[in-house]
């Protein structure tokens, strides 16, 4: 089994910064892509950020210049450093990671159990 665990979430005013972790234990061998998802009342999950085992990122365009998402491999954790943030950023952060128990075999999603992130006007 793997187990993911969010933190860093919480109240921010708009305009200030929140860092976001996620960190990955279990069955794990290796992790592919990590990735980072919003979901606001009402609307759909949202691909925020996400980065390949090699590093390569990707950013929705609503975020770029003002997110990044990294990761540490040693430590099975991906981040999000989230500056700049408005009020139409709140949401519930998901991060997902893909990763398998052996050297061998299908990559498998895991999420985690979501981190509220409010940013008042």
């Known amino acids: 089994q793997v187990q993911l665990v969010e933190s860093g979430g919480g109240l921010v005013q708009a305009g200030g910064s929140l860092r976001l972790s996620c960190a990955a234990s279990?069955?794990?061998?290796?992790?592919?892509?990590m990735g980072w998802y919003r979901q606001a009342p009402g609307k759909q999950r949202e691909l925020v950020a996400s980065?390949?085992?090699?590093?390569?990122?990707q950013y929705t365009d609503s975020v770029k210049g003002r997110f990044t998402i990294s990761r540490d491999n040693a430590k099975r954790t991906v981040y999000l450093q989230m500056n700049s943030l408005k009020p139409e950023e709140t949401a519930v952060y998901y991060c997902k990671i893909s990763c398998r128990p052996r050297s061998y075999g299908a990559y498998r999603d895991y999420w985690g159990q979501g981190t509220q992130v409010t940013v008042s006007s």
């Open positions: 279990g069955s794990i061998f290796s992790v592919n892509d």
């Open positions: 980065i390949s085992s090699g590093g390569s990122t």
